[in-house]
């Protein structure tokens, strides 16, 4: 049985714990399995990548990575 959480792809959410609290951004997309939620414009990491046909030169890509879903919470608009 699939995992029901509150909060949904395109919701607001403010971030509560970690590094970027107190930051707000809006849910890219929700992994059940992680139980974690990838929120746009934070938690942001330097990710390596080699050359391919979306990036000819290849380097560091700027990622979001995921946050627990406990470690966020729903605003309302």
């Known amino acids: 049985m699939a995992k029901k ?3 949904k792809k395109g919701d607001e959410v403010l971030i509560i714990a970690g590094d970027d609290k107190g930051k707000k ?3 890219l997309r929700v992994l059940t399995k992680k139980d ?3 929120v746009k ?3 942001i990491a330097k990710k390596a990548v080699k050359p ?3 990036n ?8 979001e990575m995921p946050i627990h879903i406990s470690n ?5 608009a």
């Open 5 to 7: 959480f509150k909060i």
């Open 25 to 27: 951004g809006e849910v």
């Open 36 to 38: 974690a939620v990838i």
């Open 41 to 43: 414009g934070c938690k």
């Open 52 to 54: 391919n046909e979306n």
């Open 56 to 63: 000819k030169d290849g380097g560091f890509v700027d990622k």
């Open 72 to 76: 966020v919470k729903k605003v309302e």
